[in-house]
């Protein structure tokens, strides 16, 4: 990973007001929590933190909070009944602070750094995620890093693209472009 990048597990409590700056921000519109309050933000993380089949990790960029990151079991949690799950598959969601002063390549090395935290488990053969089919900035993002979309899929919240990335594609994908600051 990015030396500049660390991860460390999200305090729901002492996390919640920034994350809540973020996940109410307009350009985390498909977070679906525009309209989240503080005690909103506070129990959606206690209770990710608490699940047995989720985790949920604040990402620094040179020791500052940058991203959000969630790790969950597609088996139990988001996708379940949706798709046949293999072992070794581990779902993901990120989200990069909003800023004012963006800089170029910077959202990139944030989902490289977060696909190397998963695949840094060498129980995880591949990487599942399901963004919101209107989502094209993301979709983008997720080729860059080897995703293929496998098929679009009916979400409770969203119609989703169900989409499969596993550590050979990562590799390839991350060998050609060099996506690091």
């Not at 921000?25 to 089949?53: F, G, N």
């Not at 598959?89 to 170029?104: E, R, S």
């Not at 053969?125 to 963004?131: A, I, K, L, S, T």
Request: hydrophobic share 45%; aromatic share 10%.
């Amino acid at each position: 990973m990015n030396s500049s990048f660390t991860i460390r597990p999200l305090n729901p409590f002492a996390d919640a007001e920034l994350l809540h700056s973020w996940v109410t921000h307009p350009k985390a519109a498909y977070w679906m929590m525009q309209d989240a309050s503080l005690p909103d933000v506070e129990r959606e993380y206690m209770a990710i933190t608490a699940a047995e089949h989720h985790d949920a990790f604040i990402g620094e960029y040179e020791g500052r909070p940058a991203f959000l990151m969630e790790r969950y079991d597609p088996a139990h949690v988001e996708l379940v009944g949706l798709y046949d799950a293999q072992p070794g598959d581990v779902g993901m969601h990120f989200l990069v602070a909003p800023t004012d002063t963006p800089v170029h390549g910077f959202t990139r090395a944030v989902i490289t750094a977060v696909m190397e935290t998963l695949f840094a488990d060498p129980a995880t053969r591949r990487v599942v995620v399901e963004p919101d089919v209107r989502n094209t900035a993301v979709h983008r993002l997720n080729e860059a890093v080897g995703f293929e979309i496998a098929q679009k899929i009916a979400k409770p919240e969203k119609d989703a693209y169900l989409s499969f990335c596993t550590r050979e594609q990562f590799e390839e994908a991350t060998r050609t472009a060099g996506a690091t600051l």
